[in-house]
């Protein structure tokens, strides 16, 4: 007589059979690490949501003269320093989006212009309107913006207010976004070839080449940032146009902020050196270049794009800053920097303190990419839990 043992007990089942913390063990044991990264960068949902805000930003770097309702040039003497309008999408219960005309005053004595919001006039807004020619990515040719007045030759919409020349804050903080966001992308690449090169040289040789490399670093870093990078730029000539000086404030920037990317990179060759792969790649033959390169380097490569992610918030920051104290970017060049430099007016930024949103744009774009690298640099690190 034989006796029936009673079924072991078992968890949920997966489609293939297994157990699903089995199946979830296996398939964790053979995950690429750019699964592992982006599992453990999923768990962290404040650098998930700051991540899609940095692409966002980016996003509108790439069509900002489709996005901003005017252009970067545009404007009109008779609305300055006019104050943001509201966006009204209704009236009298159906879909109209239009926005309030102004009324104004002006001083006889002083001139100065003093605007109200005139509820009778309703300036027609609309979606896909005409305006300002534009080239979209340097090839197309398009005259359509985003939003913007049905018509162009009347009455302005300024949503975030206007200058002291009558331009248009939104458009203008929209273009300052391309410049702004491609000159950190442009000197953290510039800064990732310096540092990778000279840290991994430094880690890899090790020895007076490693001395030299660390008493060079070392130097850089004991002058002060600011009067560096004045120092630097100031040996731009004064007639360079706004493509040479928007290189060259590209470089300044990347001679000084390559050395924290050497010293990590320097940092991971120093503890990947003796490890096994790569004595068995010297062993077999491969040169120095290609143990570098080849093998060392993609081993921390998450790290790095960590670390980059962290690095062009500073490099924005670093423009804006020599923008606003005027040894950057000048107009017609329009960035966050050069925008803030009305801002150095007390009595402007009294009289229409939205000519400070620039700086509301760097705080966001700042605030997002360091939380953003933050989670990343976490989700990359093979040791934490």
Same mark, same amino acid.
């Given at each position: 007589?034989?006796?029936?043992?009673?079924?072991?007990?078992?968890?949920?089942?997966?489609?293939?059979?297994?157990?699903?913390?089995?199946?979830?063990?296996?398939?964790?044991?053979?995950? &690429?690490?750019?699964?592992?990264?982006?599992?453990?960068?999923?768990? +962290?949902?404040?650098?998930?949501?700051?991540?899609?805000?940095?692409?966002?930003? /980016?996003?509108?770097?790439?069509?900002?003269?489709?996005?901003?309702? /005017?252009?970067? &040039?545009?404007?009109?003497?008779? /609305?300055?320093?006019?104050?943001?309008?509201?966006?009204?999408?209704?009236?009298?219960?159906?879909?109209?989006?239009?926005?309030?005309?102004?009324?104004?005053?002006?001083?006889?004595?002083?001139?100065?212009?003093?605007?109200?919001?005139?509820?009778?006039?309703?300036?027609?807004?609309?979606?896909?309107?005409?305006?300002?020619?534009?080239?979209?990515?340097?090839?197309?040719?398009?005259?359509?913006?985003?939003? %913007?007045?049905?018509?162009?030759?009347?009455?302005? $919409?300024?949503?975030?207010?206007?200058?002291?020349?009558?331009?248009?804050?939104?458009?203008?903080?929209? +273009?300052?976004?391309?410049?702004? $966001?491609?000159?950190?992308?442009?000197?953290?690449?510039?800064?990732?070839?310096?540092?990778?090169?000279?840290? %991994?040289?430094?880690?890899?040789?090790?020895?007076?080449?490693?001395?030299?490399?660390?008493?060079?670093?070392?130097?850089?870093?004991?002058?002060?940032?600011?009067?560096?990078? $004045?120092?630097?730029?100031?040996?731009?000539?004064?007639?360079?146009?706004?493509?040479?000086?928007?290189?060259?404030?590209?470089?300044?920037?990347?001679?000084?902020?390559?050395?924290?990317?050497?010293?990590?990179?320097?940092?991971?060759?120093?503890?990947?050196?003796?490890?096994?792969?790569?004595?068995?790649?010297?062993?077999?033959?491969?040169?120095?270049?290609?143990? $570098?390169?080849?093998?060392?380097?993609?081993?921390?490569?998450? +790290?790095?794009?960590?670390?980059?992610?962290?690095?062009?918030?500073?490099?924005?920051?670093?423009?804006?800053?020599?923008?606003?104290? %005027?040894? #950057?970017?000048?107009?017609?060049?329009?960035?966050?920097?050069?925008?803030?430099?009305?801002?150095?007016?007390?009595?402007?930024?009294?009289?229409?303190?939205?000519?400070?949103?620039?700086?509301?744009?760097?705080?966001?774009?700042?605030?997002?990419?360091?939380?953003? #690298?933050?989670?990343?640099?976490?989700?990359?690190?093979?040791?934490?839990?």
């Amino acid at each position: 007589m034989t006796q029936q043992l009673p079924p072991a007990e078992a968890g949920p089942v997966t489609g293939g059979g297994l157990p699903a913390d089995v199946a979830d063990e296996q398939e964790l044991a053979v995950a &690429s690490q750019r699964k592992l990264v982006w599992w453990a960068f999923k768990r +962290h949902r404040l650098a998930l949501v700051c991540g899609f805000i940095t692409i966002f930003i /980016y996003l509108v770097a790439v069509f900002a003269p489709f996005l901003a309702p /005017y252009s970067s &040039s545009s404007h009109n003497s008779e /609305y300055t320093y006019a104050p943001p309008q509201m966006l009204q999408l209704f009236d009298d219960g159906r879909l109209s989006p239009h926005v309030h005309g102004y009324s104004f005053e002006q001083d006889p004595d002083t001139l100065a212009l003093t605007f109200e919001v005139d509820e009778t006039q309703k300036v027609p807004v609309g979606f896909f309107v005409k305006g300002d020619e534009y080239t979209l990515l340097g090839v197309f040719t398009w005259d359509r913006h985003l939003i %913007g007045p049905k018509d162009y030759d009347g009455p302005p $919409m300024y949503l975030l207010g206007a200058d002291s020349n009558g331009r248009d804050m939104l458009s203008r903080i929209i +273009h300052g976004t391309t410049v702004s $966001m491609s000159i950190g992308l442009v000197g953290v690449l510039l800064s990732l070839l310096l540092g990778v090169a000279l840290g %991994g040289i430094s880690g890899y040789f090790g020895g007076k080449i490693d001395n030299a490399i660390q008493r060079l670093i070392e130097f850089i870093i004991a002058i002060p940032t600011i009067p560096l990078w $004045m120092a630097l730029f100031a040996a731009v000539p004064a007639h360079w146009g706004p493509v040479q000086r928007y290189l060259a404030l590209t470089v300044v920037i990347s001679l000084v902020g390559w050395v924290g990317m050497a010293r990590e990179v320097r940092g991971k060759f120093f503890a990947v050196k003796s490890d096994e792969y790569v004595t068995a790649a010297i062993a077999d033959g491969a040169s120095q270049r290609r143990v $570098m390169f080849r093998h060392m380097l993609p081993s921390f490569t998450s +790290h790095i794009i960590a670390n980059l992610s962290l690095s062009i918030p500073t490099i924005i920051l670093a423009e804006t800053a020599l923008s606003f104290i %005027g040894l #950057g970017l000048q107009t017609p060049t329009v960035s966050w920097g050069v925008l803030l430099q009305e801002a150095q007016n007390i009595r402007a930024v009294s009289t229409a303190p939205w000519i400070m949103l620039p700086g509301a744009a760097v705080v966001i774009t700042v605030l997002a990419m360091n939380f953003f #690298g933050d989670g990343l640099r976490d989700a990359a690190d093979p040791y934490k839990n």
